[in-house]
Structures are given as structure tokens and as C-alpha cells.
């Protein structure tokens, strides 16, 4: 009786190889996929923090510049000044913030562009009316955008008798408010940012000592 012996062979050194190959092109593109997804989510990240930090500022002018008051500043060493003062890289205006602000009442509020200091646009608070004990007024500074190349203000009225009103980069030594005010923004990373255009409420209004806000 004879008995088949079936021969047992492994892998030839070719097919080790292509096996090689094939798993090595399989944790490359692995790595890869692992690399874009990454700087994917890490993209939608920075556009994410771009719009929420827009929506910051745009919230901010949204609230406060609506509700100027057109006061005139008399506690002034030198001279009576109304209280709306602006130019072209830098705005005074009075304003109120809500009542569950910690700041209450009318608040003096100086915007003001810094591009000597890393391009930041800065706000200056301080409450408009002087404390009754004549106390150094608390001011308090605040960061309102970093990393700007451009910071414009542009402020529209019509002239007298004018059909048309005109935009102008001054609104000094008046005593009156402009319908409305535009900020231009440009960072620094060239991402979009629309202009923004606020109308203010008051700017029909005479301008008067109170409009009703305790002191």
C-alpha cells in the first residue's frame, strides 16, 4: 500500500513582500485620512472661534450704539463738550448698560484702535456721571478685538436743507448725533468681515442734560 505524502509549503518571499507592501500602503493612508481629519476638525475650530468672536463685536456695537444718548459732557474742567465725540480710528459715546450688567447706570465709553499694540481695538468704561463724594471715577479697560490691520469709523447726517446725506471720517465739536455710524474691519488674516452700519435711535432727539437715567 502506498501512502501520498502532501508536501506543506509556507509564503514565498514575494508574496511576503506584497504582503508587506500592501499593509504599509494601508497605515500610510490610515495616517493620512487620521492627519486631514484632524486638521479638518482643527479648521472648523479656528472658523468657529472667527465667527464667534465677529459675533462678539458685532453684538456689542448692536447694543450700545442704538442707544446713545446725545448728552452734553459738563463736568469738564475747561469747557462744556457733547458727549458724542468721534473720528476716524476712535469713537466717544454714552451709553447704558442692561440692568443685570454689574455696571449700572450711564456709562462713558471710549473706543479706541491701537495698531502700534498689536492692532487691538480697545474699549475705556467709565460711569458718566461723577460720584457723589467726588471720588476718582472707576474706569475699567477692555479688550474688544486683537490681531487688526484696518479699524475705520465713518459717520452719515445730512447737511442742512440737503435731499442727500454725506458720509464723514470726523464727527467733532457738534452738537448733535449722526443718523447713523459704520465700522470697517480688517484683520490681520485677511478673513472676510462685512461692514457693519448702526443707526442710532436718538439722533432726531435734541440733545438735553437728562433723558431720565438716575445719576
Known amino acids: ?23 504599509s500602503i494601508m497605515v500610510v493612508l490610515l495616517f493620512s485620512s487620521l492627519k486631514i481629519g484632524a ?25 450700545h450704539l442704538p442707544s446713545v444718548q446725545p448728552l452734553w459732557d459738563e463736568f469738564l474742567a475747561d469747557k462744556r ?22 455696571r449700572k447706570g450711564l456709562q462713558l465709553f471710549n473706543v479706541v484702535f491701537d495698531k502700534a499694540e498689536q492692532g487691538i481695538v480697545k474699549v475705556i468704561l467709565k460711569p458718566f456721571y461723577p460720584t457723589i463724594d467726588n471720588e476718582d471715577w472707576q474706569s475699567e479697560e477692555v479688550v474688544l478685538l486683537e490681531n487688526v490691520e484696518t479699524f475705520e469709523l465713518a459717520y452719515f447726517a445730512k447737511e442742512d436743507n440737503a435731499i442727500d446725506g454725506v458720509w464723514s471720517d470726523n464727527w467733532q465739536e457738534k452738537q ?29 432727539v435734541e440733545p438735553g442734560k437728562n433723558f431720565g437715567f438716575g445719576q
Do not use: H
Not at 486638521?39 to 448692536?62: D, L, M
Not at 468721534?86 to 454689574?102: I, M, N, T, Y
Not at 448733535?176 to 490681520?188: F, G
Open 1 to 23: 500500500m502506498m501512502v501520498c505524502k502532501r508536501k506543506l509549503t509556507g509564503f514565498t518571499l514575494i508574496e511576503v513582500m506584497l504582503a508587506m507592501t500592501l499593509l
Open 39 to 63: 486638521e479638518s476638525w482643527n479648521k472648523g475650530e479656528r472658523k468657529i472661534a472667527q465667527v464667534n468672536e465677529k459675533a462678539v463685536v458685532y453684538q456689542f456695537f448692536k447694543r
Open 81 to 102: 463738550q457733547f458727549s458724542f465725540q468721534g473720528e476716524r480710528d476712535k469713537l466717544q459715546f454714552v451709553s447704558v448698560f442692561p440692568a443685570s450688567a454689574g
Open 176 to 204: 448733535s448725533l449722526p443718523a447713523l455710524v459704520k465700522i470697517k474691519v480688517e484683520l490681520a488674516d485677511k478673513s472676510y468681515w462685512p461692514e457693519m452700519v448702526f443707526a442710532l435711535k436718538l439722533a432726531s
